[in-house]
């Protein structure tokens, strides 16, 4: 079973810094993309930052330039670094892991299965 632990969370005033680090378990195997999104009261949930299998991330608009995202292969855990936080930075983070497995189909074909999960959510809050 996948479990996914997020960690780092809490609060920091505008410009500081914090790192939020989740830890899977269970299965590290077939992992396609790691990262986080986030969600502040009353908005969308957004793309933070993603990495995948390759080492390629990709940023939201809001963040670049500010997080970094990284990632340990062994165990697996992915790890966001932000700088320079804003009070528009306040939203509950979500982890997020996708799963992807290939499996041989009919004749030369192949199919691929992909399985996402999601963290609790670690809060974050920047006062001004």
């Known amino acids: 079973q996948v479990q996914l632990v997020e960690s780092g969370g809490g609060s920091v005033q505008a410009g500081g810094s914090l790192t939020l680090s989740c830890a899977v378990s269970?299965?590290?195997?077939?992992?396609?993309?790691i990262g986080w999104y986030r969600q502040a009261q009353g908005k969308q949930r957004e793309l933070v930052a993603l990495?995948?299998?390759?080492?390629?991330?990709d940023y939201g608009d809001p963040v670049k330039d500010r997080f970094t995202i990284s990632r340990d292969n062994a165990p697996s855990t992915v790890h966001l670094q932000m700088n320079n936080l804003e009070p528009e930075d306040t939203a509950l983070y979500y982890c997020?892991?996708?799963?992807?497995?290939?499996?041989?189909?009919?004749?030369?074909?192949?199919?691929?299965?992909?399985?996402?999960?999601w963290g609790q959510g670690a809060q974050v809050t920047v006062s001004s």
């Open positions: 990495i995948t299998r390759d080492g390629a991330t």
């Open positions: 269970g299965r590290s195997a077939s992992i396609n993309r």
């Open positions: 997020y892991v996708n799963y992807r497995t290939t499996t041989k189909g009919w004749g030369k074909s192949y199919n691929q299965h992909d399985t996402d999960y």
